[in-house]
């Protein structure tokens, strides 16, 4: 035994000195020193010696193992100094450019979001924002939307059942507009504000309805406001966002809130001037719907306690995705949210 632990000394530093790199010598480690490894097989068997001889060949054994181990360490510092020392021998390019520092970017929506409030800071309009939970109250009630009325089927969202009994009388907002009850209620005309932030729908999604999207509230209460001033807004808004060759048109439309209501719709991108029936943006219609307004109806100026006799007011509210979409000539809105880094980095 004794004798083939000198073999085993021999063969294991002959093999040792002939690792070139440190996965050979991590290798040679398991095979001699691992729990598998020659030596510790050796070791493991000395049990069936005689009592003398597996004194002398457990002496030797463990003698061994130290000097297997002091020569892993020595070879790992001789390796490691020769890379140090390529290394260092390595000219050094001064003239390589520098590796370049990923820059983040705003998301689009963001960015449009910004330019939206921008074109109205412009025109006077003040930024103010409101609670993404709402009440039952401020949501419908106040906008003259009773539990009975229909229109609350398109504005489904998702309740907090607050008290576990299926009242339900807390929401995620469907719009922006319970905040012009909430402005209303705290200030009095003039009033020319601005209100950004998220929405909620159930919604079956397609290429121009996310069931999260943002809107921007607007409304103008004063003396001697009229649906002129609305258009006149909405359509210096739309030529600051979309330049002078976009075209809008506003028509009729019914919100139980304002009265009368329009309907501001931009020209179809994709299919440019000739509807197609297939165009997932238009339909076939040939225009996409970027925001609802119309004049504040009586009977919400009423609710806040503004006397009717005196003030008038406009409101609108925009969808912030859709204004992306026709600004960046995007064809689906489930895009902006799919969180792709080809598809973001390509704004700005
Ligand atoms: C409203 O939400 C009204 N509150 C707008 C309004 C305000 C009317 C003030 C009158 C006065 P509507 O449901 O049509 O209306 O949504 C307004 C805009 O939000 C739409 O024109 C569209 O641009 C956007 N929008 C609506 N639903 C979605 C959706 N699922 N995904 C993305 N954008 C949407």
Known sequence: MLDELRTLEE?????LAAARDESAVEAW??????????????LRSLGNLPAEERRQVGAAGNRLRETLEAALEEKRRALQ??????????????????????????HPITQTLRDILGAFSAMGFEIVEGPEVETDYYNFEALRIPRDHPARDLWDTLWVDLGGD???????????????????E???PPIRVVVPGKT?????????????????????????????????TLEEFARRLFGQ??????????YPFVEP?????????????NPDPECRVCRGSGWLELLGAGMVHPEVLRNVRYDTERYTGFAFGMGVERIALARYGIDDIRHFYADDVRFLSQFR
Request: hydrophobic share 40%.
């Open 261 to 273: 209501g329009v309907d501001l719709a931009v020209d179809c991108w994709i299919c440019r001037g």
């Open 29 to 42: 480690r398991v095979a001699y020193l691992g729990r598998k490894g020659r030596l510790t097989l050796i």
């Open 245 to 254: 060759e976009r075209q809008v048109r506003l028509v009729q439309s019914y």
């Open 200 to 232: 909620y729908r159930h919604e079956a999604t397609d290429a121009t309805h996310e069931w999260m999207f943002h809107q921007v509230e607007g409304l103008a209460v004063d003396q001697g406001i009229t649906l002129a001033d609305l258009k006149g």
């Open 81 to 106: 100094a020769a890379r140090l020392a390529a290394v260092a021998q390595r000219p050094l390019d001064v003239t390589l450019p520098g590796r370049p520092v990923p820059f983040g970017r705003l």
């Open 166 to 184: 299926g009242e339900r009388s807390i929401l995620l907002r469907t719009h922006t507009s319970p905040d012009q009850v909430r402005i209303m």
């Open 11 to 15: 063969r294991a530093l002959t093999d």
């Open 186 to 188: 705290r200030l009095q």
